[in-house]
């Protein structure tokens, strides 16, 4: 039998163990028990046999119950709440109750089929345990109810309903998330459950409810057994649950970070920062956290998530269209702003403090000057005096020089629109003279010892863009030649400045030690860099 929990000190249930399930799609018999063998092998505890199109043959059903490897839900979904069977519910109540007299685990039955026919009420309670059933079964029922558009407006009526019905041993609500404050409904849903329940979201604003659902005590969560695979929307494959978002190491304590962009799913942050937590032994987990670009959105979606005490969200990543809103949610909070990202004008890093306190800081700059200390084997008071070209004068740009000037350096920014590279001097350099501009053109007669592209040129898939189309009479042996983009890890830039004889840095670098500066203020642990630094080589090479 599967172990479902108890009750709190509240008097409310909590889950003791949260299975990690993976849902199957029945195409035969052969193939769904093949698949759930695979699901054994990963690390699965329990397997949902979805029957929706196999549940012509009741025989058939019973045998795929009886021969799985591991103990397993048995679901027939009708189309009517987003499932794949067509046919009457007559038939597919005596299916599903030749699976029950199989021994299951549990059944799935939509509450809206159990209240709408005391018939098929009758025969569902016939095969399922509850306080009135007399031939002994461990098969527990599972009361849910879908909504594939939105929170449903009776949400708490539904589980209410579920709740009451005394064969209904657990208490299933999914609904498709308008946005990452839905999640939030869910993990109180489950913290106040007053039975085994599952609670989840769907769609991609859904995936922090499936991640997290073991930290708030869900009886299950769902998973695909490949991301190919997944049977609703919002899933992920079970390697990368296990594997990415750390499932094995999660518990009630698990403090959550993410990286919050629009869009979000080509991110490899999530990948750096849970091997990095996994190195070190930090009991923490990042998520993807897709935020939509107004500035409205980022309030509402940010300070939902940090009122919410009982989620432990201690801080975030903050990239594109967000870094300005970052700054700007901060100083309304009362929080602290890192003088240097106010400077720059955007920040990158959110971090919670113990006491709740907010800081936003700029990890960019950092990076970037960390990889080339590193580079020239100095601290970054010995970069003073020296001359750099920054080529580009957009986001990166402003960081990067930003940064460089605050070293005691004298940059120029190279830039084939000229007024915005003085637009940028003036803003970072002011009166000082530290900052000049000049166009584009200008580089190849430069006399520079660092020379740092900030520009897209020569990022996959146009890898034969360069900004230098005559490289800089100057280049040699002690000059640092920096280019920000990571794929390719060697740019033609790159490769044209190693061959004059030039030391180069990679833009993995700068992207590896500002993810480094990030984790340092969020967990006060020494980062894994080079974890950081295979995690993301093995993401672009894959």
Known sequence: MVREGGVTGRGIYSSTVTHLTVAITVESLESAHAAAARSAEHGADLVEYRIDSFADDADAVAALVEGSPLPCV???????????????DQHRIAVMERAGLAGPAYLDIELATYERSANLRQKVELVVDHAGQARGTDTGLILSAHDFERRPRDLFQKIEAMRDAEACRVIKVVWWARSLRDNIEAFEILRDAHKPTIALCMGEFGLPSRVLAKKFGALLTFSGLADETVAAPGQVGLDRMKGLFRWDALNAATAVYGVISWPVGHSMSPAIHNAGFDAAGHNGVYLPLPIPPEYEHFKATVGAWLDYAPLDFRGASVTLPHKEHLLRFVRESGGTVEPLAEQIGAANTLTVADDGGLRASNTDYAGALDAVCETLGVERAGLAGRRVAVIGAGGAARAVVAGFVDCGCGVTIYNRTVVKAER???????????????PLDDLAGSECDIYVNCTSLGMSPEVEGTPVDVAPGSWGAETVVFDTVYNPVETRLLREAKAAGCRTISGVEMFVRQAAAQFEGWTGQTAPVDVFRSVLLTQLSG
Do not use: F, I
């Not at 048995?74 to 067509?86: I, L, Q």
């Not at 940028?424 to 000049?438: K, M, N, P, Q």
């Open 74 to 88: 048995v679901t027939c979904r009708p189309t009517w709440e987003g499932g794949a069977y067509e046919g009457d």
């Open 424 to 438: 940028l001097a003036e803003e970072l350099g002011g009166a000082s003279g530290a900052v000049v501009a000049a």
